[in-house]
């Protein structure tokens, strides 16, 4: 964000023209942060709200957490912009992420109805590295054949499997399922999420030179040598 844009902000609020509470609000989400705008407000207004609030700490912003807008609500070069100011901050950035709801303890005839009408899950399958910047989401499972690179992430339904390197932000199980798991050649995440449970890499994850794959067990994410 320029000087200029900066200091119209300043100028604006002190004005009374802005309230910096009023530009942007933030929503917690179980994926990251939910970002909503002010009816009216620029680009610029918004952009350098953002940046006021990265500057200075704000309490919700921590390095590793994604950070959705709504879909097309800027124009492309706009949300480009943004990327790359939450990249230099450490974050995430991504197009607002709607998951389905399901019910927390459905009855036993509903879950076998849905079992006999859902046809059989699918697997997106991946033959490239995914690099900085980068987003694949699927309900279902998927497989990269290639490395995850810091600052891509991956969000699935399902399972994730890594032929490759991991060293971005990936999220397992992302509609609830605790049974779900992350896999990879070389699992070294910035942020790994399963379900609902948080975890970052080990201190001496850069030693591990074999496969590894991370689950949920006692309500923690572990991480466990496996063969290939």
Same mark, same amino acid.
């Given at each position: 964000? $320029?000087?200029?844009?900066?200091?119209?902000?300043?100028?604006?609020? %002190?004005?009374?023209?802005?309230?910096? %509470?009023?530009?942007?609000?933030? &929503?917690?989400?179980?994926?990251?942060?939910?970002?909503?705008?002010?009816?009216?407000?620029?680009?610029?207004?918004?952009?350098?709200?953002?940046?006021?609030?990265?500057?200075?700490?704000?309490?919700?912003?921590?390095? !590793?957490?994604?950070?959705?807008?709504?879909?097309?609500?800027?124009?492309?070069?706009?949300?480009?912009?943004?990327?790359?100011?939450?990249?230099?901050?450490?974050?995430?950035?991504?197009?607002?992420?709607?998951?389905?709801?399901? =019910?927390?303890? =459905?009855? &036993?005839?509903?879950?076998?109805?849905?079992? @006999?009408?859902?046809?059989?899950?699918?697997?997106?399958?991946?033959?490239?590295?995914?690099? !900085?910047?980068?987003?694949? &989401?699927?309900?279902?499972?998927?497989?990269?054949?290639?490395?995850? %690179?810091?600052? @891509?992430?991956?969000?699935?339904? !399902?399972?994730?499997?890594?032929?490759?390197? $991991?060293?971005?932000?990936?999220?397992? !199980?992302?509609?609830?399922?605790?049974? @779900?798991?992350?896999?990879?050649?070389?699992?070294?995440?910035?942020?790994?999420?399963?379900?609902?449970?948080? @975890?970052?890499? =080990?201190?001496?994850?850069?030693?591990?030179?074999?496969?590894?794959?991370?689950?949920?067990?006692?309500?923690?994410?572990?991480?466990? =040598?496996?063969?290939?």
């Amino acid at each position: 964000m $320029c000087k200029e844009n900066l200091f119209r902000f300043y100028s604006l609020r %002190n004005a009374g023209v802005i309230d910096l %509470n009023d530009i942007v609000k933030i &929503k917690g989400l179980k994926s990251g942060l939910q970002l909503t705008f002010a009816k009216g407000a620029s680009f610029d207004d918004v952009q350098a709200n953002l940046l006021h609030k990265l500057q200075t700490g704000e309490k919700f912003f921590i390095r !590793g957490t994604t950070v959705f807008v709504p879909k097309d609500f800027f124009a492309e070069e706009q949300n480009e912009k943004l990327r790359r100011m939450f990249h230099r901050h450490g974050m995430l950035f991504s197009t607002e992420l709607k998951m389905p709801t399901f =019910p927390k303890t =459905p009855t &036993k005839t509903v879950v076998e109805v849905k079992k @006999a009408e859902e046809p059989a899950p699918k697997m997106l399958v991946i033959n490239r590295t995914v690099r !900085g910047g980068q987003e694949v &989401k699927t309900e279902s499972s998927v497989m990269i054949f290639g490395n995850v %690179n810091p600052g @891509a992430q991956i969000v699935a339904g !399902g399972n994730i499997d890594i032929r490759g390197i $991991c060293r971005g932000f990936v999220h397992a !199980g992302a509609f609830g399922d605790e049974s @779900a798991f992350v896999v990879a050649d070389r699992l070294m995440p910035m942020q790994i999420r399963i379900a609902d449970v948080i @975890a970052r890499s =080990p201190d001496n994850m850069e030693k591990a030179q074999q496969a590894e794959r991370a689950s949920i067990k006692d309500g923690h994410i572990v991480f466990e =040598p496996i063969m290939r």
